[in-house]
């Protein structure tokens, strides 16, 4: 009498498993990257009025991030509660994109960030470039390149294997 046996694997994925636990953990690297730009944002904002580094205190209290909240000086129409209310932050995922943004609205924030502003006729102490929001995105870049692969969940601990034995006849 003739008789075939076999073996065969059977590979089990646990999808909706993995997808949680992958969107949990970018999720959290992405906060995570975020602290990381908001400190170096932070480093390269002075403060004089305090209404720029106002603008980054919502996003510090949501980041569980220290902003300071002292100025220098007083003057009607600025100040920390004004930048508070000038800024939008972020956190969101479309399919397997997930994004942190945010979004300043200080008028000269966004004029010293980018340019000289004494070249404009102003006599500013520290005046721009400040450059704070490239640091940010080095930061942010810099943590997602050295964590991220390290932190999300490995694919083979959501693979079942299951061995059958065919024996025919």
Not at 7 to 24: M, N, P, T
Not at 50 to 77: E, F, I, N
Not at 147 to 161: E, H, Q
């Amino acid at each position: 009498m003739f008789q075939i046996k076999g073996q065969f694997v059977q590979l089990g994925i646990e999808i909706e498993r993995y997808s949680k636990s992958l969107d949990a953990a970018i999720s959290a690297q992405i906060r995570q990257a975020a602290r990381e730009w908001l400190k170096a944002v932070i480093l390269k904002v002075p403060i004089w009025t305090g209404t720029s580094m106002g603008s980054l205190q919502p996003l510090g209290a949501y980041l569980k991030v220290k902003v300071p909240d002292h100025y220098v000086a007083v003057r009607k129409g600025y100040g920390p509660s004004v930048g508070r209310a000038n800024q939008e932050f972020s956190f969101s995922r479309k399919g397997y994109v997930w994004t942190f943004s945010f979004t300043e609205e200080v008028a000269h924030y966004l004029v010293n960030e980018y340019f000289n502003a004494n070249l404009l006729g102003y006599k500013l102490i520290t005046p721009g470039p400040y450059g704070s929001f490239y640091a940010g995105e080095v930061a942010f870049e810099n943590y997602i390149n050295e964590y991220l692969a390290k932190r999300v969940p490995n694919l083979k601990d959501f693979i079942s294997i299951n061995y059958v034995k065919i024996v025919g006849k």
